[in-house]
């Protein structure tokens, strides 16, 4: 059966090198958990070293931490209407770009007793969810009207590199540092101001934020240790703290058009668990073929190890990978882990 192995003392330290960074700069660190379906040690390593609450994007993540008796999350996905009850009971905080949804939440907030706090979302050039810069103002001035002692307006946030992958400019941060001062003028405080993305991580190696930023959500690089291959500028990240394994059912010679018979294998995932060009063999010679929703067929012709019936091949995932695989009830999650060994190719 296919598997995801993960170690969780590479894991922590990831945690620790980010918050170590985000400190240094004068931010709080907001670890995103939602591509790893709030994978429930990861979320207790971060609030072990003092890096909770974590980030979610459903109520069904939120309702799999408060199960397990962890802090109320995060929710960084925008409140459905039909979800907002269950929103106000299980997060501490969420965002929001609509005056309904802030008022469903304030009402179903009070209705339960229930602390609850939102951020107003902009869209600052990233193109997914969010006002406009210039609707900010008011939105938030609205929602800072219907406080009550279980509701209020914490700030404003922002994503970039989640839709388009590209790092902010020095617009979309002209944009932020006047929407805060007006969201301030208008409300009485400027409050939180939460930007996402790891792609800010390199972003930051050369560039500054505006000293109005207060927290950073990050998720792809406390993962895997990079950004779609950059690297981050910080000091102990580690990119091997997750493989995926994958089961070979089927190994032998097939005839193909072009070369003749080649080796091949045929591996027990494919495009419903797994992203199969976001991943890459830790095996040398292996050449992905194609891939169906449950299988992934490699040429392994050139490969110094010859596989057989039962075998595992393991791939070091990319974010879409690892996400699919972790949201997959079809691959086996490591719920008892211990560090993988180096080449990981011999785990237990």
Not at 10 to 30: E, H, S, T
């Amino acid at each position: 059966m296919a598997r995801i192995v993960a170690d969780l003392q590479l894991l922590r330290g990831n945690v620790r090198a980010l918050a170590a960074r985000c400190q240094g700069l004068g931010l709080r660190l907001l670890p995103v958990l939602k591509g790893v379906d709030a994978w429930l040690p990861l979320a207790a390593i971060c609030h072990e070293e003092g890096a909770g609450p974590v980030a979610v994007s459903s109520v069904a993540q939120a309702a799999r931490l408060a199960a397990a008796g962890l802090p109320r999350p995060v929710m960084l996905g925008l409140p459905p209407l039909s979800q907002v009850r269950d929103v106000a009971a299980l997060c501490c905080r969420s965002v929001v770009s609509s005056l309904e949804v802030a008022r469903a939440l304030a009402a179903q907030a009070q209705a339960l007793r229930q602390s609850h706090r939102v951020l107003v979302m902009m869209d600052l050039g990233d193109g997914r969810e969010g006002c406009r810069p210039d609707e900010v103002p008011a939105l938030a001035h609205a929602v800072r009207q219907m406080a009550h002692p279980w509701f209020g307006l914490d700030g404003v946030a922002a994503n970039f590199g989640c839709l388009v992958e590209a790092p902010p400019s020095a617009r979309s941060m002209d944009d932020l540092e006047k929407v805060v001062c007006e969201v301030g003028r208008q409300t009485g405080e400027a409050g939180e101001v939460s930007l996402g993305g790891s792609v800010l991580l390199p972003w930051l190696a050369r560039h500054a934020l505006p000293a109005c930023v207060t927290e950073l959500r990050i998720g792809y690089a406390l993962l895997l240790g990079h950004f779609m291959g950059q690297e981050c500028g910080v000091d102990g990240l580690r990119r091997d703290a997750f493989l995926l394994a994958a089961e070979v059912l089927e190994s032998g010679d097939k005839r193909t058009d072009t070369e003749g018979l080649r080796r091949r294998i045929i591996l027990d995932v494919g495009v419903l668990e797994v992203s199969p060009s976001r991943q890459t063999p830790l095996e040398q010679g292996m050449r992905l073929v194609g891939a169906s929703s449950d299988y992934l067929v490699l040429d392994v012709h050139e490969c110094a190890r010859r596989f057989g019936t039962g075998d595992e091949v393991f791939f070091r995932p990319e974010y879409e990978s690892l996400a699919r695989a972790f949201h997959s009830c079809s691959v086996k999650k490591p719920y008892n882990v211990a560090p993988h060994c180096a080449d990981g190719l011999h785990c237990s």
